[in-house]
């Protein structure tokens, strides 16, 4: 197992330095109730006493209940802001103004909620000189499971080289709250919801793969057409240089 201790130390003066190169005021991140965003408002706290995290229900009811609950848990074990946002409505006006322009496919529809969320951490980050702490880890950032200017955007992120394996250990480490350990990952951006399901391979696939190469042609075929299709995810917008 690494060395978590250390893992930690680094992590949060690599925070702070951020921090105090962008004078900035403090750190907002999007706190959904699941591992990675609770490690990441762990770590971000640790570094910056001055760190919110915004709860952002939109539509899905797993939003409101459990992942809720869980959310608010993480903050008040380790002594974090909470703000809710509910972003239901908003999210019903975007498809109702949307709906005279397009038929919208159910990927489209779905991307929806990480967007606005995105744009609501921006919103309050602007207003208070905060930088936005990202929350993806190692295993979805391989596999383009985020969305595109959506859960991917933010201005750093502590845990990209983390696979969900290692965030996992870094929470039992962290002695965080049994029930986001437990369940099961999910973007909760509808009812029923999972990772591993709407991929169709597990994340002990994934990490076992990225870890040491290793695969069954099954779990190989998936993870490989995941990873090349959402190349574009990885890279800015290409953009047109004169010669």
């Known amino acids: 197992m690494r060395d978590y201790q250390k893992e930690f130390d680094s992590r949060v003066a690599f925070i702070r330095s951020l921090v105090a190169q962008a004078h900035s005021a403090g750190i907002i991140y999007g706190n959904s109730g699941g591992k990675d965003c609770t490690l990441v408002g762990i770590l971000c706290k640790a570094a910056c006493d001055n760190t919110v995290g915004v709860v952002m229900p939109c539509a899905s009811s797993q939003n409101y209940g459990r992942d809720a609950d869980d959310a608010i848990a993480a903050a008040q074990q380790y002594g974090i802001e909470t703000r809710r ?6 999210r ?3 498809l109702s103004a949307l709906s005279s322009a397009v038929d919208m496919l159910p990927s489209s529809t779905a991307n929806i909620a990480p967007r606005l969320r995105m744009t609501t951490l921006y919103a309050i ?4 000189n905060r ?5 993806g880890n190692r295993s979805e950032r391989y596999m383009g499971y985020f969305t595109k200017w959506g859960d991917g955007a933010c201005d750093f992120n502590p845990i990209a080289d983390l696979t969900v394996r290692e965030v996992y250990e870094f929470l039992e480490f962290l002695k965080a709250p049994r029930s986001i350990i437990e369940k099961a990952p999910s973007a909760g ?5 999972t990772d591993e399901k709407e991929m169709g391979v597990s994340y002990a696939a994934i990490d076992e ?7 069954n042609d099954a779990d190989r075929a998936v993870i490989d057409r995941y990873h090349a299709a959402s190349a574009h995810k990885m890279r800015m917008p290409t953009v047109y240089e004169a010669e």
């Open 85 to 90: 946002v509910d972003l239901t409505a908003a």
């Open 92 to 94: 019903e006006a975007m």
């Open 125 to 128: 980050a602007g207003s208070e």
């Open 131 to 135: 930088l936005v702490a990202g929350t």
């Open 189 to 193: 951006l509808f009812e029923g919801q």
């Open 209 to 215: 793969y990225l870890l040491s190469g290793t695969a």
